[in-house]
């Protein structure tokens, strides 16, 4: 099996490596021929030397780490609260009947508009960001582990009854095994959610992190610092995808 995955994931790494290049060659070239496509998307030669230069200050990574702790601490907390709604809600169909209709109603409302709440509420600091992810957070797994209880076998629950299991030998045994897919799949969709309501809070309101910067050098008209911050917004959240990936072939050996 090993001699037939290398070549194609050799083949794979060098195909993604061929467009990387190509794509960045030719974003080059425009922009240098066209000075309007470099004012609105700047250069890629451009964004490296305005990485680099960040890269050699110390405040860069005070902003990196703190929009990093704004996103895992929303992400943990809203993963948690979620899954935990949802187990609430699998356990007492009666509650998610009364409470379905608020939930849907929150879930439907951008969470964007309740971004200026939460800064009056929680202030400028952490707090806020760290809500103002979970919020966007919590629905999505809630969701994604309710469908995956709720799609568990049956019979194997009746089964795990009838040999006296009780509530937690049930969800021990039985739902979180069988819901594992659909949680890390909501876990995955959610990362990405986590950091961007980290960032549009400090977008909104706040003098430090990734999201300030932005902000910044969108004031600035500056398209190289916007695209700066965006990609390393994208190392972020790559990074997070990474260990979710990780963590899920860990807990689930089986799927690979």
Known sequence: ???????????????????????????????RSTPKI?????RPTLILNRLVIWLESIYTYRDIMLTLSETVIGFVVGALAGFALAVVCYYSPFLY?????????????????????????????????????????????????????????????????????????????????????????????SVGFALAGAVVSEYLGSSKGLGYRIALAEGNLDSTGIFAGLMILGVVVLGMN??????????MPWKA
Do not use: C
């Open 97 to 189: 009947q009364v409470i379905r209709p608020g939930l849907e109603m929150l879930n439907a409302m951008p969470r964007v508009v309740f971004t200026p709440l939460f800064l009056l509420w929680f202030g400028l600091g952490l707090t806020s960001k760290a809500v103002m992810a979970a919020s966007l957070v919590l629905f999505i797994v809630f969701v994604g582990t309710l469908s995956g209880l709720q799609e568990v076998d049956q019979g194997l629950i009746n089964r795990l009854r009838v040999m006296g299991a009780n509530h937690w030998d049930l969800l021990r045994h039985a739902l979180i095994p069988s819901g594992l897919t659909w949680v890390f799949s909501s876990l995955r969709s």
């Open 38 to 42: 470099q004012f609105l998307l700047s």
């Open 1 to 31: 099996m090993s001699i037939t995955r290398n070549p194609a994931r050799l083949l794979v790494a060098s195909l993604q490596l061929i467009l990387a290049v190509v794509g960045l060659l030719g974003w080059e070239w425009a922009a």
């Open 242 to 251: 990474t260990g979710l990936y990780k963590l899920e072939q860990r807990l």
